[in-house]
C-alpha cells in the first residue's frame, strides 16, 4: 500500500457525519421549528443551487456554510415552514457554530493524517465546489495532501470512477496500491472498489443507509481506526 485517498466533506471535516445530518443538527440546537421532510428538501435545493453556480473560488469554509444556510433559508421561505425566514439574522452565528465545531474535528483529522503522511502518500477526492484548497489551507490540512481533487475544478464527479483515476494518475500510483476512505458507500466505496482499490467505509450518520457493504474491505465508526485497518489489510 503506497497512497490513502480521502473524501472530504462528511469524512475528514466532520468524522462520518453527512452534512445533511451536520445541518439537520444545527437547526435542532439553534431551537427552528421545522419538520425533517421540510428541511430536506431545503438541503437538496441548497446543494443543488450551488453546485450550478460558478466554482466558489477563494471562499473559506465559514462563508461556504454561511452560503448554504442562506439557501436553505431561501427554499424554506416559499415551503409551509416559512416561519423559518423569521431566523435568518441568525445564519452568521449557525454559521460560526459549525466552524467551531468543525475546527474540533479537522484538529483531531491533522493529528491522524501526519501520522499516515510519513508511511503514505495522501490525497483528497470531493464533491466540492471550487474552494477546496481554499478551505484545506483554512482548516489546517495545508502541505498534508499530495493532491487535492475538486469536482468544480475536474469537471467529473462521484461517483463517476474517474474522478478517482486523475487522483491516482497524479499520485503515481496503482489502484492496487491505494486505499480509498469515505462516508458514502455509493459514491466513494463503490468506485473506488470497481477500480480495484481496497477500500475503508467511516459509517457514522450517513444519508443513505445501504444494506450491501460488500465492496467495503473495512467499516470503521472513528477515523482513527484507519491505522489499525491499515496494520490489518
Not at 451536520?22 to 438541503?43: G, H, P, R, S
Not at 461517483?159 to 500510483?173: K, N, Q, S, T, Y
Request: with cysteine; charged share 25%; proline share 3%.
Amino acid at each position: 500500500m503506497k497512497a490513502l485517498l480521502f473524501d472530504f466533506g462528511g469524512t475528514l471535516d466532520t468524522n462520518g457525519v453527512h452534512w445533511a445530518e451536520k445541518f439537520w443538527d444545527l437547526y435542532q440546537q439553534f431551537n427552528i421549528v421545522l419538520t425533517k421532510e421540510e428541511f430536506m428538501c431545503a438541503y437538496i435545493f441548497a446543494e443543488r443551487s450551488l453546485g450550478e453556480q460558478s466554482p466558489l473560488n477563494g471562499v473559506s469554509f465559514r462563508e461556504t456554510v454561511a452560503k448554504q444556510l442562506s439557501l436553505q433559508f431561501d427554499a424554506l421561505a416559499s415551503s409551509p415552514a416559512a416561519r423559518v425566514e423569521l431566523q435568518r439574522n441568525r445564519i452568521p452565528e449557525m454559521a460560526l457554530s459549525c466552524y467551531d465545531e468543525v475546527r474540533v474535528v479537522t484538529k483531531r483529522a491533522q493529528e491522524l493524517l501526519h501520522i499516515l503522511k510519513a508511511t503514505y502518500k495522501l490525497g483528497v477526492v470531493s464533491n466540492f465546489y471550487g474552494n477546496l484548497t481554499t478551505v484545506c489551507e483554512e482548516l489546517g490540512f495545508d502541505n498534508i495532501f499530495d493532491t487535492l481533487i475538486d469536482s468544480a475544478v475536474v469537471g467529473v464527479r462521484k461517483p463517476d470512477p474517474h474522478i478517482f483515476e486523475l487522483a491516482l494518475l497524479r499520485l503515481g500510483v496503482d489502484p492496487r496500491e491505494c486505499t480509498v476512505i469515505g462516508d458514502s458507500y455509493d459514491r466513494d466505496i463503490v468506485p473506488a472498489k470497481m477500480l480495484g482499490c481496497k477500500t475503508i467505509w467511516l459509517r457514522v450518520q450517513c444519508l443513505v443507509q445501504s444494506t450491501d457493504t460488500r465492496q467495503a474491505d473495512f467499516i470503521i465508526h472513528d477515523l482513527d481506526e484507519i491505522v489499525y485497518c491499515l496494520k490489518h489489510k
